[in-house]
């Protein structure tokens, strides 16, 4: 009774979503033309900001507390830190996307989804561009990938609909309470390093070990490096944390929906 | 099948701060468990918005919602945009809406005028084909050609406003949705909006206009709701909705000026050619102002004052009694004054009148009714302006032979020969 009512709910937030898709598309062109259009180095930023990361994580587990990654440590990093931008840059732009259109919130009506969805695709772009230097980085250093590479894909998309499903409760959470936007910087710090972006994570014995194998990103990252760069399929346990995913990101929606119509008098 | 289904609605909105923080969520949460509440109890610090309103509007109909600020006009049109969920009653609107509300809410300051368009028109539910083969329409109506691909942060609010309007003008809808668009640019561009709502009704597009300008209600509406408090006070054509406002407005005013023992007016009307009473006049016909009184104790010598003035606030004639040397000598009891226009030359557009007795020396007014009574004119006269000028052209061109004549080193006394050319205004008296 109460799934079937779900399934009726979501054929209608995809159905509306279908419907207002050029919206989607209009409002990501958007921010990366404001984007294009208010900096200076436009989407040099979306490289920069992996690449300093990772001159810095390479000083630190190379030369001060070396670890062996099983192959060129900067590899190793950037792929990390690229998967990893793309996520929190993503929930970045999510947290205050309702609250930082309040014009928009408040007097006009379409999908309110399409906010986290397009920053969601504003940092996907991002990652796309960013990718490419992560390609000449393993020229570099000679990483070729093998055959699993054509898991990409479904790797990539596993990602983003774990980032679109997270995105979905911390836009809405902050538009009700705007301690979600404060709560989150501290959140995702922490998460970073809770996640194997640049070091392994799976090292970790004992209970935290256990603990930490809960954290879906790391499986994503772990599945995305596993693709790229060890040319190796990904663990069973990304399967499992792409099926959460899914599960998470249709209760995520249909949640967000829920609350969509209380979102014009809250803001 | 009407169109747009409004049935049995009710509103709730809470008075005051909500909790912003997760500090209020826990005692919030902790209410919310002790005690379920129906949807139609209302809590500490709620209040209805709006309660049990119903309306139906049909194919080439046009409704108008007028009442004082507060009412519940906004939340009505909220409402209908799908902005705002009902706490309880059924909304149906059948097809694509078209809301000339906000109709810049979308746009970015730091994108041009045509990336904005491009965007407020997805907003609106255009896709991007369409948007690119009304383009030139949109610009050209909103009159910001020079502009266009200048960011919108440059733009005056007059031409943000106006470019938004273009393009909501440009959507086809099957249903529109208006709110005080009508405060908008300049006259020109009133206009050019006024007539894509009446081509838009003319096509059967069922609308719901929500407006503070009386005189365009009536103007443009087939019927008319009064809303007063969350509710329907009155239902009706929109003159008659109109008239019940401006009673309710005036004995809501009558508590706090003039006391009731001292001299007041109880009412204006405004009467046609035809002495129907209504708001609506041509240019070049008969306009009557009565201006209706009541004296408890007699006044002497007062004077009558009438005053119009255009919506955006132009003050176009300012008549009195003792200006004009007529003397009412005293009043007692009741009467009314009639101020006979035999040839109103105002131009379309919508004005208001203002009434007030004046003292005898004609500065203290002992009542004043300002901007209290709107009407509109109409007319075929294309002239610009507010005023009609009764006129008529001459041409005077020398003819050829004479030119020809005074080249060949005519005398300089023999004056050249007029042609005179007489084009003679209509006059303004249409029938």
């Known amino acids: ?267 | 099948m009407s169109a747009v289904v409004f049935e049995g609605i009710w509103k709730k909105f809470r008075r005051g701060e909500r909790h912003d923080s997760l500090r209020d969520l826990v005692p919030a949460l902790a209410r919310g468990l002790a005690r379920r509440r129906r949807p139609l109890d209302l809590a500490e610090q709620e209040f209805w918005a709006v309660r049990d309103v119903s309306f139906e509007v049909g194919p080439g109909e046009a409704l108008g919602i007028i009442g004082p600020n507060g009412a519940g006009k906004s939340t009505i049109l909220k409402l209908l945009t799908k902005i705002l969920r009902p706490t309880r009653g059924r909304i149906e609107m059948r097809g694509r809406v078209g809301a000339l509300i906000e109709v810049a809410a979308g746009f970015h300051p730091d994108l041009t005028g045509r990336e904005n368009v491009y965007l407020q028109g997805a907003i609106m539910g255009m896709t991007r084909a369409e948007i690119a083969r009304k383009f030139d329409a949109i610009v050209d109506f909103s009159g910001v050609e020079a502009f266009i691909d200048t960011p919108v942060k440059r733009y005056s609010s007059g031409m943000n406003a106006r470019l938004g309007f273009a393009i909501a003008a440009s959507l086809d809808p099957d249903i529109l949705l208006i709110d005080e668009v009508l405060s908008v640019g300049d006259v020109g561009f009133q206009e050019k909006c006024v007539a894509r709502m009446r081509e838009l009704l003319a096509r059967g597009v069922p609308l719901v206009f929500v407006s503070h300008n009386l005189a365009a209600v009536v103007d443009l509406c087939t019927r008319a709701i009064l809303v007063e408090q969350g509710t329907v006070r009155f239902d009706g054509r929109p003159a008659e909705t109109v008239a019940e406002f401006r009673r309710g407005r005036r004995g809501a005013e009558a508590r706090v000026r003039p006391a009731a023992d001292q001299v007041h007016i109880t009412d204006v009307q405004l009467l046609r050619a035809d002495g129907e009473a209504s708001p609506l006049f041509h240019t070049g016909q008969a306009m009557r102002i009565q201006v209706h009184y009541r004296a408890p104790q007699p006044v002497r010598a007062p004077h009558v004052a009438i005053d119009i003035h255009g919506v955006d606030g132009l003050y176009c004639a300012g008549i009195n009694t003792r200006m004009d040397d007529c003397a009412l000598g005293t009043l007692e009891g009741e009467g009314r004054v009639e101020l006979v226009i035999p040839r109103l030359n105002l131009l379309p557009g919508s004005y208001t009148i203002s009434a007030g007795i004046l003292d005898a020396q004609g500065l203290r007014p002992l009542d004043l009714q300002s901007h209290a009574y709107p009407f509109s004119v109409a007319s075929e006269r294309k002239d610009f302006g507010v005023v009609y000028l009764e006129h008529h052209w001459r041409h005077d061109a020398r003819s050829a032979a004479a030119s020809a004549e005074a080249d060949a080193g005519a005398p300089v006394a023999s004056r050249p020969r007029r042609r005179p050319v007489e084009v003679v205004g209509a006059g303004g008296a249409r029938k």
């Open chain 1, 1 to 267: 009774m109460l799934s079937w009512k779900a399934m009726n709910n979501l054929r209608e937030v995809v159905a509306e979503q279908w419907e207002y898709r050029e919206l989607l598309v209009r409002m990501t062109a958007r921010d990366l033309l404001l984007r294009y259009k208010q900096t200076v180095m436009g989407f040099g930023w979306a490289i920069f900001m992996p690449l300093v990361n990772t001159a810095i994580f390479s000083v630190i587990f190379t030369r001060v507390a070396a670890i062996d990654v099983g192959m060129p440590y900067p590899v190793y990093a950037f792929c990390g830190l690229v998967a990893w931008n793309f996520f929190s840059s993503a929930l970045r732009f999510s947290v205050t996307s309702l609250t930082s259109n309040p014009s928009l919130v408040t007097k006009v009506y379409f999908p309110r989804e399409i906010f986290p969805f397009s920053a969601v695709l504003v940092s996907l772009v991002d990652f796309a561009v960013s990718s490419l230097v992560l390609v000449a980085l393993m020229w570099w250093y000679h990483v070729a990938p093998g055959w699993p590479l054509l898991m990409l894909p479904l790797v990539v998309l596993s990602l983003v609909i774990f980032t679109a499903a997270t995105a979905l409760l911390l836009a809405m959470g902050n538009l009700f309470y705007r301690d979600v936007k404060y709560l989150f910087e501290i959140v995702i710090a922490f998460w970073m390093f809770a996640t194997s972006v640049v070091y392994p994570i799976g090292r970790i014995g004992g209970r935290l070990g256990l603990l930490l194998t809960l954290n879906p990103m790391t499986h994503i990252i772990d599945a995305f490096r596993a693709v790229i760069l060890e040319g190796r399929a990904p663990n069973p346990a990304f399967a499992i944390t792409t099926a959460a995913s899914i599960v998470a990101f249709v209760g995520a929606w249909l949640l967000f929906h829920a609350a969509e119509f209380e979102f014009a008098e809250n803001l």
